[in-house]
């Protein structure tokens, strides 16, 4: 159709752009590829649950990355007291105790509350209180409204944070709370928030909510699966009452007791355990990976 008749039909011709920087080969796009190497989490039995792998004789094997993969973003879900917090503090604390600056973005409550907690998690794992004081740094998005309802107004904050501070390690607790409102737009806000980190070069943990009615070991948490389709890899918590003999069974736990779980719902950046495990929390407050359902189920 000649550029009159279109005017006459009343069609829009639009002129296609070519981004030409946009095309690259493997060799290209490969110069730019970090190294893929594990970052410690604080969480006793995690780091060996992610792996890399080595040709040794012609035959691939499986070596413990150490950690979850550096540059990765991770999210935490499950649904209430199940830990995901604790996980996420824990994380924040190990960094700073390696001498690491951490961003940790509070949603859900005041900084101030969330720092006394820390502290007390600090002392619990044996971390020196000044390596909290000096590395951590938090963005209290819980108290300014702004933050929370203004994402590019959070990222320009964050940003200033990372260029102050050196920050290589991001936490969000929670993602959930950007959204809670606007569930429709999850996937744009994560998306959002899942490509500052890649441009920042931060190995972020985002912790997010389920709602009720979401199955609870899928990765599915509140607006449905826009975060585990767009991060590297989802940890999923859940918990299990104790409360029939079928149970108690399979468990190897009284009846009454509460049980938590933990997998790795897929990991873009590396190998990782396909296993459920036994979640522990102990009284002072700290996560650690127990047996895997598999080792229980084999216990005579």
């Keep these: 159709m000649s550029k009159q008749g279109a005017e006459r039909e009343g069609v829009v011709e639009q002129e296609l752009e070519i981004i030409e920087e946009a095309v690259l080969t493997l ?5 730019k590829a ?7 989490t604080g969480i006793e039995g995690l780091d ?3 792996f890399t792998t080595v040709f040794e004789n012609g035959k691939a094997k499986l070596i413990p990355l150490g950690g979850i993969p550096q540059y990765s973003v991770f999210n935490i879900t499950g649904i209430s007291d199940t830990g995901k917090s604790l996980m996420a503090e824990q994380f ?15 949603v859900e409550s005041p ?15 044996g971390v020196d209180e000044k390596s909290v004081d000096e590395n951590i740094v938090f963005i209290d998005a819980a108290s300014f409204n702004k933050l929370r309802e203004d994402i590019p107004t959070l990222l320009n904050t964050l940003a200033y944070a990372i260029k102050k501070y050196k920050i290589k390690f991001t936490v969000i607790d929670s993602v959930t709370g950007l959204y809670e409102a606007k569930e429709m737009i999850a996937r744009v806000i994560v998306r959002q928030l899942f ?4 441009k920042w070069y931060q190995t972020a943990i985002f912790v997010s909510q ?6 609870e070991l899928s990765a599915e948490a509140a607006g449905g699966f826009a975060i585990p389709h767009i991060v590297d890899g989802t940890i999923v918590l859940s918990k299990v009452l104790i409360n029939s003999q079928y149970t108690e069974k399979i468990y190897k736990r009284p009846i009454g007791e509460i049980v938590r779980l933990f997998r790795i719902d897929g990991c873009r950046m590396s190998g990782h355990s396909t296993d459920t495990y036994l979640l522990e929390i102990s009284e002072s407050g700290l996560v650690k990976i127990g047996p895997s359902l598999k080792e229980i189920a084999n216990k005579k």
């Design 111 to 125: 900084a101030h509350f969330v720092a006394s907690s820390m502290k007390m998690r600090a002392l619990a794992m």
């Design 92 to 106: 924040a604390i190990k960094q700073a105790s390696l001498g690491n600056s951490v961003a940790f973005i509070t």
């Design 195 to 198: 490509n500052f980190m890649k």
């Design 210 to 215: 389920k709602r009720s009615g979401q199955e």
């Design 27 to 31: 060799r290209e796009t490969g110069k």
């Design 34 to 40: 970090p190294e893929i190497k594990g970052i410690p």
């Design 48 to 50: 060996d649950l992610f």
